[in-house]
């Protein structure tokens, strides 16, 4: 409703009023002109002043929950991350089989070279030989007795033997040999019997039982004029231990002592005091000899024996064996079979 009308409208209703407050005793209102007025009042009502706000309502129930969202698109693809560091060295695998065989390769075109010069000849073995002198002697394998295998020398003097009688286990050196090339030997006896009359006889230095040589004793057999011919003897002397046992005997240049036979000009003959080994070799070798001294003479033999040379040996009433085992000469052992065992 526009603001003319609502102002013809007020006008009308002041108009009935003031008749009415007039007196007009014969005016009636009528329903249709109390129509009128209430129209017009209502239109001419003048708002009043906003009222206070109403206090709030409770909360309302909890809605439902909304459907699931659209997947949303596929994000763009990251920038690839830095290298890593190189990891530690795997163990190593086991050997692979072997494969098979290659196909042989041409022949090589080289031509054959010459012939080399011969080398070296190889060392000579020694021989061993079982040797004896005088009537009633023997000296040969047995299996009587044995330090190592089966078997052994086995050394044999008759009862009441002479100076002339001995045997002996000989090991014959390679040509060449000198007696400074000896540096060691060694051999195990067996003195298995022996009985000794010792009435009439000087015994030996430091062995007042006469018992120096039942045990066999090492000798050395030189060649000093070079005639191919032993000429002087370099004769083991000293006391052996004659329990009837395995012993070891060992002999170096300083160990053992040696008296110089058949030469009667040596420093160290029957007559003198022994020497060591070392002490001989460097003894004046004999006149007419073609070496200076003895240690340059070519060694022919290394023996070990029993009886024999000794003029003051005592004799015995019954027979005398020894048995010898295991030699051995500048650390190799000479097997009985005449040859070298490295």
């Known amino acids: 409703m526009n603001r003319k009308r609502i102002t013809l409208w007020m006008g009308l209703v002041l108009t009935i009023s003031a008749l009415v407050l007039a007196g007009c005793g014969d005016f009636e209102i009528t329903p249709e002109i109390q129509d009128i007025i209430d129209e017009a009042a209502s239109a001419a009502a003048i708002s009043g002043d906003d009222g206070a706000d109403g206090v709030d309502g409770a909360d309302g129930a909890d809605g439902v929950d909304g459907a699931d969202g659209v997947d949303g698109a596929d994000g763009a693809g990251g920038v690839d991350g830095a290298d890593g560091a190189d990891g530690a060295p795997g ?17 090589g075109g080289g031509s054959r070279g010459a012939t080399g010069p011969p080398g070296p000849a190889a060392p000579q073995a020694p021989e061993i030989t079982y040797t004896i002198q005088g009537s009633g002697t023997s000296s040969a394998l047995s299996t009587d007795q044995a330090k190592y ?24 050196m390679p040509a060449g040999t000198v007696l400074n ?26 062995d007042a039982d006469g018992l120096a040589y039942p045990t066999g004793y090492m000798t050395f057999y030189l060649d000093t004029d070079g005639d191919g011919v ?91 064996v020894t048995y010898i085992d295991d030699m051995t000469i500048n650390g190799h052992t000479v097997t009985v079979g005449f040859w070298w065992l490295d």
């Open 149 to 172: 295998g089966g078997s052994s020398a086995k050394l044999t003097l008759p009862a009441s033997y002479t100076t002339d009688e001995f045997a002996h286990v000989t090991v014959e």
């Open 91 to 107: 163990l190593p695998g086991d050997t692979g089989a072997t494969g098979p065989a290659g196909s042989q390769g041409p022949s």
């Open 230 to 320: 032993a000429d002087v003897w370099v004769v083991q002397y000293e006391a052996f231990d004659t329990t009837r046992v395995w012993q070891q005997d060992t002999v170096t240049d300083s160990l053992g002592l040696f008296h110089v036979e058949v030469y009667t000009g040596s420093s160290y003959n029957q007559g003198e005091p022994p020497g060591t080994l070392a002490e001989v070799k460097v003894d004046n070798a004999p006149l007419g000899a073609s070496v200076a001294t003895l240690g340059e003479a070519r060694l022919m033999s290394v023996r070990v024996e029993t009886g024999g040379w000794d003029v003051v040996f005592p004799y015995t009433t019954n027979p005398l």
């Open 181 to 206: 090339d000896f540096t060691s030997g060694s051999y195990w006896y067996y003195p298995a019997e022996y009985q000794i009359n010792k009435s009439g006889f000087n015994m030996k230095s430091g």
